[in-house]
T-cell receptor, first 110, second 114 residues
Framework: EDQVTQSPEALRLQEGESSSLNCSYT??????LFWYRQDPGKGPEFLFT???AGEEKEKERLKATLTKKESFLHITAPKPEDSATYLC???????????FGKGTTLSVSS | SAVISQKPSRDICQRGTSLTIQCQVD?????MFWYRQQPGQSLTLIAT?????????ESGFVIDKFPISRPNLTFSTLTVSNMSPEDSSIYLC???????????FGSGTRLTVV
């Protein structure tokens, strides 16, 4: 059975303190991986799709990377507005739903 | 990517009653997905709704409790039936594969059962 594990479950940072979130998976035939951000009381918001090992994508203070077994979401010099839950999910077969990890809840204090 | 309008955004319901949640998409999509997010938890898939056929339910979810309608390619409803406090959750709909933006989610319905 495919499994997605995110760590840590919760992360508290000071503003400007860079860190990384991890998404590891045991997925047969991984076709890619999604990263989403979810704010409290809202639906998940798309951040990145990574398709192959070695691929990197950036958006503002976020950079996502992918290896054969895991993905990292690097947060550089975070700000309080980066506080959210970050979710990863393997790219599914066509016509099927996303299955998310449990997420990492990030809190950034000023 | 698609835009989804989900309503109601929140509701407080009496136990034993039912609530129907609606999702309207601004483009035609084949598959729609319904999720539940219990407090402090990640999203759990309830069912996949394909227009013109019965919804497919995940283990632990049954049609009598969560009937789904999918009358056309832009609309779906999820009903939470005979509610109990354990049904208090956020319910979300989603569509997928509509563009480079991955899967799109509605804003969620926060349900509280008292």
């Amino acid at each position: 059975e495919d499994q997605v594990t995110q760590s840590p479950e919760a992360l508290r940072l000071q503003e400007g303190e860079s860190s990384s979130l991890n998404c590891s998976y045991t997925v047969s035939g991984l076709r890619g991986l999604f990263w989403y951000r979810q704010d409290p009381g809202k639906g998940p918001e798309f951040l990145f799709t990574l398709y192959s090992a070695g691929e990197e994508k950036e958006k503002e203070r976020l950079k996502a990377t992918l290896t054969k077994k895991e993905s990292f979401l690097h947060i550089t010099a975070p700000k309080p507005e980066d506080s959210a839950t970050y979710l990863c999910a393997p790219l599914p077969q066509a016509g099927t739903a996303l299955i998310f990890g449990k997420g990492t809840t990030l809190s950034v204090s000023s | 990517s698609a835009v989804i309008s989900q309503k109601p955004s929140r509701d407080i319901c009496q136990r034993g009653t039912s609530l129907t949640i609606q999702c309207q998409v601004d483009s035609q999509v084949t598959m729609m997905f319904w999720y539940r997010q219990q407090p402090g938890q990640s999203l759990t898939l309830i069912a996949t709704a394909n227009q013109g056929s019965e919804a497919t339910y995940e283990s632990g979810f049954v049609i009598d409790k969560f009937p789904i309608s999918r009358p056309n390619l832009t609309f779906s409803t999820l009903t939470v039936s005979n509610m109990s406090p354990e049904d208090s959750s956020i319910y979300l709909c989603s569509v997928g594969g509509t563009g480079v933006g991955g899967y799109t989610f509605g804003s969620g319905t926060r349900l509280t059962v008292v």
